[in-house]
C-alpha cells in the first residue's frame, strides 16, 4: 500500500478559501503551477497593482474591503484601457492564517470576480513577518491594435472624468483621525460615505466600451488628478488648461472646505481620465450616461510641452505645489 501524498500547509489553505473562485476552465482547479488564458482574437492588456498593509489600507480596515480594493484597483486599469476582464491572478503574502480574516477576505474576493465577470486563475500564496501584501495581475481583452493608451490625447480634446474626486484621501483622512475627522464630527453620514469611498473603490468597467470607442487618451486616476493628468500630458507630448471650478466633487468634499490642492492631489480616487476629441464628446457622454457612469468636462487639451495649466472661476491661474500622491 502506497501513502497518499502529503498535503502541504499552503494546498490546504488555497483549496479551503480560493479553490473555488477558480472557476475559469484555464484555471485548471488551481492544480497547476500555470493557467491557460485564451486571446480569443484579441489583445491580452496586463495590469499589476499591490496593496500593502499601512500604505494602501490600514490594518483595521475590514478584510472583505480589502480583498475588493486589490481586485478593484486593477479593474480599474482595465477600464480605462477599454478592456474587458478575463481573469487575474493572485499573490498573497500573509503574518498568519486564520478562518476569522481569511474567509471574509475570499468571500468577498469571489463575489467581487463574479460581479465583474474576472475570474481567479491562479496565484501564489507565502507567509511574511513583516506587513501584509496582496498582489493581484489582472488580464483584460481589446480588439486587436485598439488599446487605449497614454499617448493619443490631441489638442482640442475634452478632458474628462468619472465620479468625484478627492473623496478617498479624505476618507483616509477621517480614519486617522485628521482635521477632516475634526470638521465632520456632527455629520456621520458624509464622514461613512468618504471612508466607503477610500475602502472601496467604484472600477468604471461599465464605461469600457465608451472608452474603447470614443477616448483618445485615458487612465486611471490613482496617484491624485493633477499628477496623473500631468503625465497623461507628457506621454501625449501635449498641455492641457484645466478649469479647476469644473473638477466634480461630492456634497462631503465640498462641505470639507479642504483646499483644491489636496482633493486633487490625495490619491485613490480609481476615476477614469480620459482625452475626448470634441465631436465625440456628445456620444460618450450619452454612454455614459447609459452605463450608469457620472462624467464632467473639466478642461481642453493644448499644443505645448509645459506642465498643465490650471485655472479658476474667474480665469485666474492657480498654481500646485504638490500635484500627486508618492510612494517614495
Known amino acids: 500500500m502506497t501513502n497518499a501524498p502529503e498535503t502541504s500547509a499552503e494546498d490546504s489553505l488555497i483549496a479551503r478559501y480560493f479553490k473555488p473562485l477558480a472557476t475559469d476552465p484555464g484555471a485548471l482547479g488551481l492544480v497547476d503551477d500555470a493557467a491557460i488564458l485564451q486571446a ?24 472583505d474591503t480589502i480583498a475588493r480594493k486589490a481586485l478593484r484597483v486593477n479593474l480599474s486599469d482595465l477600464a480605462a484601457k477599454g478592456a474587458v476582464p478575463a481573469g487575474f491572478v493572485l499573490t498573497l503574502a500573509l503574518r498568519s492564517k486564520e478562518d476569522a480574516w481569511l474567509r471574509p477576505f475570499a ?11 474576472c475570474p481567479l486563475l491562479g496565484g501564489d ?7 501584509q501584501m496582496i498582489s493581484i495581475t489582472a488580464f483584460g481583452r481589446v480588439p486587436q491594435g485598439r488599446m487605449v493608451g ?24 477621517v480614519l486617522t483621525g485628521g482635521t477632516m475627522g475634526a ?45 496623473d ?19 466634480p466633487l461630492s456634497p462631503a468634499a465640498a462641505m470639507s472646505a479642504v483646499g483644491l490642492e489636496r482633493l486633487v492631489s490625495g490619491g485613490d480616487d480609481y476615476e477614469v ?11 460618450f457622454t450619452r ?11 473639466i478642461g481642453t487639451i493644448i499644443a505645448g510641452q509645459r506642465a498643465p495649466r490650471w485655472t479658476g472661476a474667474q480665469g485666474r491661474d492657480i498654481t500646485l505645489r504638490r500635484l500627486s500622491y508618492s510612494h517614495f
Open 40 to 63: 480569443l482574437g484579441s489583445d491580452i492588456v496586463v495590469t499589476t497593482d499591490a496593496v500593502v498593509e499601512g500604505v494602501h489600507y490600514l490594518a483595521t480596515d475590514p478584510p
Open 107 to 117: 468571500d468577498a474576493l469571489g463575489e467581487d470576480a463574479k460581479t465583474f465577470a
Open 125 to 131: 500564496t507565502v507567509s511574511t513577518p513583516g506587513p
Open 150 to 173: 497614454r499617448t493619443g490625447a490631441k489638442p482640442g480634446d475634452r478632458i474628462l472624468v468619472t465620479g468625484t474626486i478627492g473623496d478617498a484621501a479624505l476618507g483616509l483622512d
Open 183 to 227: 470638521m465632520l464630527t456632527a455629520d456621520r453620514a458624509a464622514q461613512d460615505y468618504l471612508i466607503d469611498r477610500y475602502r472601496l473603490p467604484r472600477p468604471r468597467n461599465a464605461l469600457a466600451g465608451a472608452v474603447l470607442a470614443h477616448a483618445s487618451a485615458a487612465m486611471d486616476v490613482s496617484d491624485g488628478l493633477a499628477g
Open 229 to 247: 493628468l500631468a503625465k497623461l500630458c507628457a506621454a501625449s507630448g501635449v498641455s492641457a488648461l484645466v478649469e479647476a471650478h469644473h473638477v
Open 273 to 283: 481620465l480620459c482625452a475626448v476629441p470634441e465631436s465625440r464628446c456628445a456620444d
Open 287 to 297: 454612454e455614459a450616461e447609459q452605463a450608469g457612469v457620472p462624467v464632467t468636462a
